[in-house]
């Protein structure tokens, strides 16, 4: 019996098992926005479902190639790419949720989520924040129109898991929609279908690009969902397998009318960054528990937020569901005395900057920046300070990445 291969090996080989041109390692990059038929049924049969390239805004051979090669990953049926983790969350929102339906949401969103509800609050959307670490908060939340549940595996920024599984098997008895933003853990930690999640959404921007060179966002069909039952799925899309009724309303609506399209481009760079996602994780989840550990115990450091601390409320949670391994997201709070902004100026190897999951440590302050839209109310009831940072661990020497934190904290 052939041995099965690891996630590491099947991902490097992804673009050559699955068949290139010529025999290319690598999936070759395809810029055409049009593609011709060579019979007028076959250009018919195409726009009518059949599997094919017409018009790039529906996709290219270069984005199919980083789909199958993200399917993979999270142990999928099916997957369909965006321009930004944004653009794929809207289309999921907006093509699956109607007028008078309801959302129950984890508290504990990245601030630009917030801001995309209070878009579908003014569609008519009703929205129930809650807090997702206790299953039964959401539970209670249930009325009669829910027809979705969302969080995200490892909350941005305060780093708090959710009940993953505990809501995934609640929504699996209830029927309901079970959406997961897998960004911060991504696949290799842990896939969402092991939480029985509906679909999934990756930002490829973050650690399975990893490079800080491309934006892209991927949602991702478990195949666990019965869509024949969901009533929002427009006749249109009712026809072939149910089980891919709710991927195709994505890509139809997210594509085709919204136009949120993945260039072929960036789903180049960001196949050939996502092949060494294991070893940048490895790397940035060993760097990240080092530096917790040790602004854990500075004096000048009033709190730091790492599910890999015996001391985060879900640490117990995180290690049983990623394996040992808790990311690259510190949510770190200075002392009060502390200046932020003249903090981060004296850090040199750091860089002040607004991502995540790049192979160089980035840090920002997080109620100055991120969470500054949603005013101080809303912060204060999401526990975010004003000395609170908020630092995506790199692939740098975790010596360096201490020492800089050193100097800085030593002039105050």
Same mark, same amino acid.
């Given at each position: 019996? +052939?041995?099965k291969n690891?996630?590491?090996t &099947?991902?490097?080989?992804?673009?050559? /098992?699955m068949?290139t041109?010529?025999?290319a390692?690598?999936q070759?990059?395809?810029?055409?926005?049009e593609y !011709?038929?060579?019979?007028a /049924?076959?250009l018919?049969?195409?726009?009518q479902g059949?599997?094919?390239?017409?018009?790039a805004?529906q996709?290219?051979p270069t984005?199919?190639?980083l789909? /199958?090669?993200?399917?993979?990953?999270?142990q999928?049926?099916?997957?369909v790419?965006?321009?930004?983790?944004?653009?794929?969350?809207?289309a999921?929102?907006l093509?699956?949720?109607?007028?008078?339906?309801h959302?129950?949401?984890?508290q504990?969103?990245f601030?630009?989520?917030?801001s995309l509800?209070?878009?579908?609050r003014?569609?008519?959307?009703e929205i129930?924040?809650v807090?997702a670490?206790d299953?039964?908060?959401v539970?209670?939340?249930?009325q009669? &129109?829910?027809r979705?549940?969302?969080?995200?595996?490892i909350?941005n920024p305060g780093?708090?898991?959710?009940?993953?599984? !505990?809501?995934?098997? =609640?929504?699996?008895?209830?029927?309901?929609?079970?959406?997961?933003?897998?960004?911060l853990s991504?696949?290799?930690?842990?896939?969402?279908? /092991?939480?029985?999640?509906?679909?999934v959404v &990756?930002?490829?921007?973050k650690h399975?690009g990893?490079?800080g060179n491309a934006?892209g966002g991927m949602v991702?069909?478990t195949?666990l969902f019965? =869509?024949?039952?969901y009533?929002?799925?427009?006749?249109a899309?009712?026809?072939? &397998?149910?089980?891919?009724?709710? $991927?195709a309303?994505?890509? +139809? +609506? !997210?594509?085709?009318?919204? !136009?949120?399209?993945l260039?072929?481009?960036?789903?180049?760079?960001?196949?050939?960054?996502?092949?060494? $996602?294991?070893l940048r994780?490895?790397?940035?989840?060993s760097?990240?528990?080092a530096?917790?550990?040790?602004?854990q115990?500075h004096? +000048?450091?009033?709190?730091?937020?790492?599910?890999?601390?015996?001391e985060?409320?879900? #640490?117990e949670r995180?290690?049983?569901y990623f394996?040992?391994?808790?990311?690259?997201?510190?949510?770190v709070?200075?002392?009060?005395?502390?200046d932020v902004?003249?903090?981060?100026n004296?850090?040199?190897v750091?860089?002040?900057?607004?991502?995540l999951g790049?192979n160089?440590?980035?840090v $920002?302050?997080?109620? #100055?920046?991120i969470y500054?839209?949603?005013g101080?109310?809303h912060?204060a009831l999401m526990?975010?300070?004003?000395?609170?940072?908020r630092?995506?661990?790199?692939?740098?020497?975790?010596g360096?990445l201490?020492?800089d934190?050193?100097?800085?904290?030593?002039?105050?």
């Open positions: 019996m +052939k041995k690891g996630f590491l &099947n991902t490097v080989h992804s673009d050559r /098992r068949g041109e010529y025999g390692i690598h070759p990059m395809h810029p055409s926005t !011709g038929f060579s019979d /049924r076959e018919a049969a195409v726009f059949k599997a094919g390239f017409s018009y805004r996709g290219t984005t199919a190639a789909e /199958r090669q993200v399917t993979q990953m999270e999928g049926s099916g997957s790419s965006f321009a930004s983790g944004m653009a794929a969350l809207s999921t929102f093509t699956l949720l109607k007028q008078g339906d959302l129950i949401s984890s504990y969103i601030g630009n989520t917030n509800f209070g878009t579908l003014d569609l008519g959307v129930t924040l807090d670490t299953v039964a908060q539970q209670a939340a249930k009669a &129109n829910t979705m549940v969302f969080v995200e595996t909350a780093t708090q898991i959710a009940d993953l599984q !505990g809501i995934g098997n =609640w929504c699996a008895e209830q029927g309901l929609v079970y959406l997961i933003d897998a960004t991504t696949p290799y930690l842990c896939p969402g279908k /092991r939480f029985q999640a509906s679909l &990756n930002s490829l921007s399975i990893g490079h934006l991702t069909d195949g019965n =869509w024949e039952h009533p929002n799925i427009s006749e899309y009712r026809t072939g &397998n149910p089980a891919g009724w709710g $991927l309303q994505i890509k +139809k +609506k !997210g594509l085709r009318d919204m !136009g949120g399209t260039s072929s481009d960036a789903a180049h760079r960001l196949a050939v960054g996502a092949e060494t $996602l294991p994780m490895e790397r940035i989840c760097n990240a528990l530096l917790a550990r040790y602004l115990q004096p +000048k450091v009033r709190k730091v937020m790492y599910p890999g601390l015996a985060h409320p879900q #640490h995180a290690t049983r394996g040992g391994r808790y990311g690259g997201l510190l949510s709070v200075l002392a009060e005395d502390i902004f003249d903090f981060l004296r850090l040199q750091l860089i002040l900057a607004t991502h790049d160089r440590s980035l $920002l302050p997080v109620a #100055h920046t500054y839209e949603m101080a109310e912060r526990g975010i300070a004003d000395t609170q940072l630092i995506s661990v790199g692939i740098e020497e975790e360096d201490i020492a934190f050193e100097q800085a904290l030593a002039s105050f």
